[in-house]
């Protein structure tokens, strides 16, 4: 089993910063591919970002430009880098990591932007 856990999360004014970090340990082995997810209230679970092992990265478009996803392989970690958040990111962030046993979830970090 691989075990994830994320950090970062937290209230923040509109147009502010947040960095989420999320750390796998476990039976990790390889990992290939790291992604952040984030559901809203009654909304459905969405991909925000993610980042394969050789660093390619995708974005869904309403955070391009304004969100950066990052790995420290080493450390088994990914990042996320939030600027210029809008209230309409709020939502509970799940980090996801794929290695060759399938996928594993993170138990979700609250990103609450509000003034």
């Known amino acids: 089993q691989v075990q994830l856990v994320e950090s970062g999360g937290g209230l923040v004014q509109p147009g502010g910063s947040l960095r989420l970090s999320c750390a796998a340990s476990?039976?990790?082995?390889?990992?290939?591919?790291m992604a952040w997810y984030r559901q809203a209230p009654g909304k459905q679970r969405e991909l925000v970002a993610a980042?394969?092992?050789?660093?390619?990265?995708n974005y869904t478009d309403s955070v391009k430009d304004r969100f950066t996803i990052s790995r420290d392989n080493a450390a088994n970690t990914v990042y996320l880098q939030m600027n210029r958040l809008k209230p309409e990111d709020t939502a509970v962030y799940y980090c996801?990591?794929?290695?060759?046993?399938?996928?594993?979830w993170g138990q979700g970090t609250q990103v609450t932007v509000s003034s």
């Open positions: 996801n990591v794929e290695n060759r046993r399938g996928y594993f």
């Open positions: 476990g039976s990790v082995f390889v990992i290939y591919t």
């Open positions: 980042i394969t092992s050789l660093g390619t990265t």
